[in-house]
């Protein structure tokens, strides 16, 4: 076997920008999206969220609305619109590796993970966070 070829996880060598390894350009439409525009377009997600929720309900009730019209947003838009409203108004999308349309259960699973926070914090070299690596997404710059 040649030494180059990677045999093991640890074998693997530092890409040279995200997306690399996925096919993806370093820079412009395709590109990974970088961790501001991401961080950015979830607070937008999560302030819409929050304000329909203050407009329904109160008190303790808001945390949990906020939090299943979030997740409910990132299910409907994610299919239909290629992305939540804050990917879509930050210019990005979320893709599936294999290309075609991303389907239903992607975005399901993707929210799920999502909603669990820590899957988010986690990520690649690629800039995947662990929600969009069991999905098999990735938040691309439209």
């Known amino acids: 076997m040649a030494a ?3 045999q093991r996880f640890g074998d693997l060598e530092p890409s040279a920008w995200p997306g690399e390894r996925l096919g993806l350009p370093e820079t412009g439409p395709r ?3 970088r961790i501001g525009r991401r ?3 979830i ?20 945390s949990m609305l906020t939090l299943a019209i979030f997740a409910v947003a ?10 939540s409203i804050g990917h879509r ?10 290309g075609g349309w991303i389907g239903l259960w992607r975005p399901v699973v993707r929210t799920l993970l999502l909603v669990l926070v820590i899957p988010v914090i986690v990520w690649d070299s690629d800039q995947r966070g662990f929600h969009d690596k069991i999905a098999g997404t990735v938040l691309v710059r439209a």
């Open 4 to 6: 180059s070829t990677p």
């Open 31 to 33: 590109s990974v999206a």
């Open 39 to 41: 961080t950015l377009a």
């Open 43 to 62: 607070a937008i997600d999560w302030g819409l969220a929050l304000l329909l929720a203050n407009a329904f309900a109160d008190g303790a009730a808001v």
């Open 74 to 83: 990132q299910v409907v838009f994610i299919p239909t619109i290629g992305g």
């Open 89 to 98: 108004l930050l210019g990005m999308r979320v893709v599936p590796l294999v």
